[in-house]
């Protein structure tokens, strides 16, 4: 599994019982600082193309970034992780293995483009009338458009919702608890959501963490995670 994903669980586990949320127009404007705004990064179900400009045999039309993050090139032995990297990156890192001696392609001059970009999504888990992924490829999601999609439902503890935030910049799992009291909605800097965020709604009075990690977090990430989640 990967490190970001077992974070993510043990701060799943950590939060449970912990004190209510802050107030949304207190933290909106922190957390709006997190996000990563400043390039595109490679998704699981891009399309890559690489074209070699002096070695057109090793181009490749179409290379699609399977569910794990990893895209198979000509000549490497096995797929290379590339979820979370830029193009620039990417091409960095190609153009340095393409130069070792054991392929020796000499001075690889080396482009890469995303031919296809997948849906960028968030994930909405807990207790909502629609768990699963939602599309954030826009970049201008916010929380409250996207508890008003998910529907909390007459059980959710919505002044206590858990929001989840991996950062690439810091290399760590970021979370909060956020009081989204609808008489907050019309005072507060609007809290925006990006791709692999995890909102995740309690019902009142949650009690068994294993329960809860089955029925909201085990049935809706793309990973598999022991059990029980004590075990990690």
């Not at 127009?25 to 595109?40: C, H």
């Not at 393409?98 to 483009?113: D, E, W």
């Not at 992924?133 to 508890?147: C, H, I, Q």
């Not at 294993?210 to 022991?226: A, E, K, M, S």
Request: glycine share 6%; with cysteine.
């Amino acid at each position: 599994m990967k490190p970001h994903l077992l974070c993510t669980l043990a701060l799943l586990a950590s939060c449970v019982g912990c004190s209510w949320g802050k107030p949304l127009p207190e933290l909106a404007p922190l957390i709006n600082k997190t996000l990563d705004r400043a390039v595109v990064k490679i998704s699981p179900r891009d399309v890559l193309t690489i074209q070699f400009n002096s070695r057109p045999e090793w181009t490749q039309a179409q290379i699609t970034v399977d569910l794990e993050g990893n895209a198979s090139f000509l000549g490497l032995d096995e797929p290379m992780q590339v979820e979370g990297m830029t193009i620039k990156e990417l091409t960095r890192e190609l153009v340095n293995v393409y130069s070792q001696p054991r392929i020796g392609i000499a001075n690889p001059q080396i482009s890469i483009s995303i031919r296809t970009f997948a849906a960028r999504q968030i994930t909405m888990a807990g207790e909502v009338r629609r768990t699963g992924p939602m599309d954030a490829s826009s970049g201008k999601l916010t929380l409250v458009e996207a508890l008003g999609a998910a529907a909390p439902s007459e059980y959710a503890e919505t002044d206590n919702i858990l929001l989840l935030r991996w950062s690439a910049e810091q290399q760590k799992q970021l979370a909060w608890r956020i009081d989204v009291d609808e008489n907050y909605w019309h005072i507060a800097e609007p809290l925006y959501l990006q791709p692999r965020d995890v909102v995740f709604v309690p019902r009142k009075g949650i009690g068994y963490l294993n329960r809860w990690v089955d029925h909201y977090i085990r049935r809706l990430l793309p990973f598999g995670i022991p059990s029980p989640l004590t075990g990690l």
